[in-house]
Structures are given as C-alpha cells and as structure tokens.
C-alpha cells in the first residue's frame, strides 16, 4: 500500500473536478474546458501530437500559419461559430543572436510571479519557498526561459512587476536565451516586448517572441528536458 504524505492528505478536493464529475453525470452537456468542440485543430498540431506517440519525441516546432481569436461568448448559441482568424507573423527575434541553444524551462508568467508576490493567495510565497517550487538559480543555467501570459491580459504595469522579480533571481544572467508566447488576442503585444527589451537591459540575451504557445490559440507543444535550438532566422526550433 502507497503511503500518502501528510501535506497530500489536507488537500481539499477541488472545486472544478468536483463541476466536471456534475457534468459527466448529466445529459447533452457540452464541455467547453478542453479545446473548441467546433474548432479544426490546426495542421501542424496534429502532425506534431501524431509524431509524439509514434516516435516519442519532437523533432521540431515552425510557427502556425494562423492565429484565432479567443471565445467571448460561451452560450448554446455559440456552439459551431468559428473563431475569427488572423495571419501569423511567425517568430518575432526581438534582440540578441537569432540562434541559441539549451533545455525549455519555465511556463505561464503569472503564477510564475505568484510564486513570489502572493496577489492572488497571500500565503503563496511561503508556500513555494517552504517546498523550494521555483527552481533554483543553477537549475536556470544554461536554460531556454519560457514566457507566456494567461487569459486574465495582465496589464503591462503587472508585467513590468513580474519581469523584475524574475530578474532579481538572477534568472536573466544565466538563461541561454527567453521565448515568449503570442499574448491572448495579441493584447499588449507591443507593450509586452517593450518592457521585456527594458527590465531585461542586456541586448545580448536572446529574446524570441509571437511563439504558438500557452493560453493562446493555436497552441504548440515545446517539451521540456529535452536539448532545443532556436533559429529565428530560419523560424525553427529543433529537439534532440
């Protein structure tokens, strides 16, 4: 018999698992939590899942061609809409070398700067320093750091907070380089890159930008624990 710790033992069952399990135990619901039922998944997502299961592995991630509108409305109604598409841009090299190398680390920016400001769980902080959550600085050595925003469109006076904090890590000194996923809706866009290229202050840091990844649509897969190189210049990332 497994033992469970103690910590494990208090959790409290969550809220959304315990809707999800309403859910499966009625009629004609339609979940709207995992993807877009009406939504095609794009190409090269599926190409790259496929590759996955059959190889076990990634061997490389080219920007999509699109990018969609995320839903504003989720009524019945809504149900077979198709979200508004735009033309993609492609990887945005925003300083630094076009080619750097290293393993993926990091995730979404806003619990990342939960992590260490508590404003949306006082006790978060603590919690992440008590169980050392944020990886340690020699675990950045060398790193790729990943960067994306949520669907909450952090205002660029937040986004300003959270790079700060970051930066007094030390985390920007011993990275390789930083990808930034596209902003849901490409909202603040501009205002993102231009704080990124200033908190950062070192023009010789890779920074890549407008990548298919996180909370906006269409998401990539970038593994972790595996060696990357990017190539703005060419619009690849490359694995293995």
């Not at 790193?143 to 970051?166: D, H, N, Q, R």
């Amino acid at each position: 018999m497994k033992e469970i710790s103690n910590v494990a033992k208090i959790v409290q069952p969550s809220p959304i698992r315990k809707m999800f399990n309403l859910a499966d135990g009625m009629e004609d619901v339609v979940s709207f939590t995992v993807g877009e039922p009406d939504f095609n998944t794009p190409a090269h997502v599926v190409d790259a899942a496929v590759e996955a299961l059959r190889t076990g592995t990634i061997r490389e991630v080219r920007p999509s061609s699109v990018w969609y509108e995320s839903r504003k409305e989720f009524g019945p109604d809504q149900v077979g809409t198709e979200l508004p598409v735009h033309k993609n841009t492609g990887f945005e090299l925003l300083q630094g070398p076009a080619q750097f190398e290293g393993e993926i680390l990091g995730g979404c920016i806003d619990s990342m700067y939960e992590m260490f400001s508590g404003w949306r769980h006082a006790d978060m902080p603590d919690v992440c320093k008590t169980y050392s959550l944020f990886p340690d600085l020699d675990d950045w050595r060398g790193k790729i750091l990943l960067l994306e925003s949520c669907e909450e469109y952090m205002p660029p006076e937040t986004y300003k907070k959270a790079l700060e904090t970051l930066k007094d890590t030390g985390v920007f000194d011993v990275v390789s380089g930083v990808l930034v996923g596209k902003p849901m809706d490409e909202v603040y866009a501009a205002e993102y890159k231009k704080l990124l290229a200033g908190v950062i202050a070192n023009k010789e840091l890779p920074i890549v930008c407008n990548l298919n990844i996180g909370h906006a649509l269409p998401r990539c897969i970038l593994p972790f624990g595996v060696h990357a190189r990017v190539d703005a210049g060419e619009q690849v990332i490359r694995f293995g």
